[in-house]
């Protein structure tokens, strides 16, 4: 079935309270905001009522792609919006996979999910027809198990994804993710919990359609798509991200200073600590597989195969375990695990019961120092006497949080802001604007990233990056704040087209022009570009205002002026100052 | 000198799809539905993936059931389909044990390859390739 590029216009709601769907034309929406976060964040505004528990089924789930989306190389992404659990405020996820592709070949540019459904659902999703399938019997599974048995299950036709959620998800882990094609999450923010409160188990989506490209335009989308085509498989981020992966840069970080570890203890880790979690080792021993998010040539996805005796009588199984830079800094590093198959068999623990691994390793990195301090005692963690690096141990946790056999493993589940909150230790509860912390401690732009970003990601401005580049340079605090806003002022604009930040290089405003205009969107300009850009971010700024979000109020944990970063220690007058600074200039424009 | 489309190393395959994707932009579309080649994991990624496309079958079975010689046999192998005369009966796609004549909905005749070697101009990782038959 043919469909033309505005089509992306279609939103398909979803109405779980009343099983009941519609498509509506939100043109307007699509030519004002491109589509991705842009287009997202306006339809959170229309549909999440101010104040709202974000477990209630008046939170919407907001599934959006956008106009590069199925048309051009690396625009392989689906932006998922809704209020986050974890953070009551803006909650926002970014996952590949197959999702993108699957939704806009289906006929949509986005999908809204509303209210809540009396039994456990998953939906079909193939074109135009919508159907609400029970779901009863894969209730309590992880996400894996639910992958394969829908993937039997459904016949749909075309190529499909599978966007479910694993344990956690059901019982409302907070930064329960959902997971797609059993290796990509929506990770962050609680996605998975806002599904379990809805009694949405999976999304099943066929692709069967196709974009026409419009018939005078066939010969300059031909060559604009073979330009951005080169440039990716030209640029250094195919080789960075195709050979190492993202993992390839742990050890550097680590080396330079800038890598948490044990909660922060310290910002690296003994060299041979750092060199047995480093991505070469990681490729040396474990790698079995690259693959691809789909229309990416770069395949920067690195699944490790691992080998275990699990029962006396030559019981070997062998797990496939995506791993990547994050995954390995937070249950990994942050853990204290001295033997990369630890950091594997957690990643596969998280993985399986559906949490987002970075606020898990968070966590239970606070928890083991606040265990270590005395504040929390074996009768909060039932039992588990929590060691750095004692992995045993650390998979039981994994089960606890989800299971939740006592008050203490109910809080920690609600995130580590909410549990030091509870039982003391917020020095060291290393989460921003209440979500847990990436890697990073390189310094004061990395910082300011976690606390004023958007979804307080790493990914939202890259201050870990402007850090690096600032090492050894003179610089203000309010250039620096500037040039985190200019930077996630424009990454606005990739999350709506969407394309995946990994080739951010090869999307520049002009190429973004072109690309649009050889499909027959004539209408933009790097100039408006950046307005846009600039208005998506205040509308997603004013959302997390509108929610409650304080700059004035933000919360930082003392350990992060204990610990040298590559620019020393910093301080809290400046971060604070730089705060105040970010506030003053989005305020004002 | 008659070429071929190979699958060159199947274990090099990303599962990318962007030789899907380039076998449909060949007709001016962004999507699969034109597709004569298509990737499918082999029973769960971890297995890594399958490359479907016609292999250009010497005596090709397809060919041998076509009630209206629609499917003419290819000089070195594998056919050439003349849609005028195709009754879209969809023998040939049963015959084809390997999968590889996918069927156009739009149409309702089949998808053959046309071994004109785009889809393997967009293989980065060398996983499939023209090669002379
Ligand atoms: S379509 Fe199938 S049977 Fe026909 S030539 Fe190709 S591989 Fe052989
Ligand atoms: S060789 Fe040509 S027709 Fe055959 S699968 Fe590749 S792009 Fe399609
Ligand atoms: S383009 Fe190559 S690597 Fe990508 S799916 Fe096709 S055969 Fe595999």
């Known amino acids: ?589 | 000198m008659v070429k071929k489309l190979a699958v060159l190393d199947v274990n090099k395959c990303i599962g990318c799809m962007e030789c899907m994707f380039a076998c449909t932009r060949r007709v001016g579309r962004a999507g699969f539905d034109k597709s004569a080649i298509r990737v499918r994991s082999a029973g769960g990624i971890e297995r890594g993936f399958v490359v479907v496309v016609c292999r250009a079958c010497e005596y090709p079975p397809c060919a041998k059931v076509c009630p209206t010689d629609a499917l003419r046999v290819r000089k070195g192998g594998g056919v050439i389909l003349n849609k005028d005369k195709c009754i879209g009966c969809g023998f040939c796609a049963q015959a084809c044990i390997m999968g590889a004549i996918f069927w156009d909905d739009e149409l309702d005749k089949p998808i053959v390859c046309k071994y004109c070697g785009d889809c393997a101009d967009y293989c980065v990782h060398n996983a499939i390739g023209l090669v002379d038959v």
């Open chain 1, 1 to 589: 079935m043919l469909m033309k590029v505005e089509e992306l216009n279609r939103v398909l709601y979803v109405d779980l309270t009343k099983k009941d769907i519609k498509v509506k034309d939100r043109t307007d929406l699509f030519d004002a905001y491109l589509g991705g976060s842009g287009v997202a964040i306006k339809l959170l505004e229309e549909e999440c009522p101010t104040g709202i528990d974000p477990l209630s089924a008046a939170n919407p789930i907001i599934f959006a792609v956008g106009p590069l989306t199925a048309l051009y190389p690396t625009a392989s992404k689906t932006v998922a919006m809704f209020k986050s659990p974890l953070t009551g405020n803006l909650g926002e996820s970014h996952c590949g996979g197959r999702s993108s592709m699957a939704i806009r070949l289906a006929g949509y540019g986005a999908i809204v999910i509303t209210g809540s459904s009396d039994i456990l659902l998953y939906l079909t999703i193939d074109g135009d027809k919508v159907k609400f399938r029970d779901a009863s019997s894969i209730g309590g599974m992880d996400a894996q198990t639910v992958g394969r048995i829908l993937r039997e299950a459904e016949t749909g036709s075309g190529v499909r994804t599978i966007i479910r959620t694993g344990r956690a998800g059901g019982k409302l882990v907070r930064y329960a993710c959902a997971v797609s094609e059993t290796y990509r999450h929506f990770g962050r923010l609680g996605l998975g919990a806002v599904m379990g409160s809805k009694n949405l188990k999976a999304l099943v989506i066929s692709a069967d359609k196709s974009v026409e490209i419009p018939k005078g335009k066939r010969k300059e989308y031909r060559k604009v798509y073979d330009e951005i085509q080169d440039v990716v498989v030209e640029s250094d981020a195919m080789k960075k991200y195709h050979d190492l992966g993202t993992a390839g840069k742990l050890y550097e970080m680590n080396k330079l200073g800038g890598m948490a570890y044990k909660n922060l203890e310290s910002a690296s880790a003994p060299e041979e600590i750092a060199r047995e979690l480093s991505g070469e080792n990681f490729a040396n021993k474990f790698l079995s597989r690259r693959i691809s998010c789909s229309h990416c040539p770069v395949g920067c996805v690195h699944l490790a195969s691992l080998r275990e005796l699990y029962a006396p009588g030559y019981y070997f199984k062998t797990t496939t375990i995506p791993y990547d830079n994050e995954p390995i800094y937070a249950v990994g590093f942050m853990l204290g695990m001295e033997h990369a198959e630890d950091c594997l068999r957690m990643i596969d623990a998280v993985d399986t019961v559906g949490m987002d691994i970075m606020s898990t390793g968070v966590v239970l990195a606070w928890a083991t120092e606040a265990y270590g301090k005395g504040l929390i005692t074996k009768a909060h963690t039932d039992g588990l006497d929590l060691q750095w690096g004692d992995v045993s141990t650390y998979l039981e946790a994994v089960e606890k949080i989800v299971e939740m056999p006592t008050e203490f493993y109910q809080n920690l589940a609600m995130g580590v802001e909410h549990a030091s909150s509870v039982y003391g230790g917020q020095d060291y509860a290393l989460a921003f604007g209440g979500n847990e912390m990436p890697e990073y401690h390189t310094g004061i732009a990395c910082y300011i990233n976690n606390l004023t970003g958007a979804r307080h990601s790493h990914l939202d401005s890259a201050g870990y990056t402007l850090d690096q580049k600032l090492i050894g340079k003179e610089f203000s605090i309010e250039e620096v704040v500037k040039s985190l806003i200019a930077e996630e002022e424009w990454r606005q604009i990739l999350s709506s087209l969407v394309v995946c930040f990994f080739a951010r290089g090869v999307y520049t405003s002009e190429r973004v022009v072109k690309a649009m205009a050889a499909i027959g969107l004539e209408n933009w300009s790097p100039e408006k570009l950046e307005v846009v850009g600039r208005e998506i971010h205040r509308a997603k700024m004013n959302f997390k205002f509108r929610e409650g979000f304080d700059l004035a109020k933000l919360r930082i944990p003392k350990r992060i002026f204990e610990v040298p970063t590559p620019h020393g220690l910093l301080k809290e007058e400046d971060l604070r100052k730089a705060i105040e600074i970010y506030g003053e200039i989005i305020s004002a424009q």
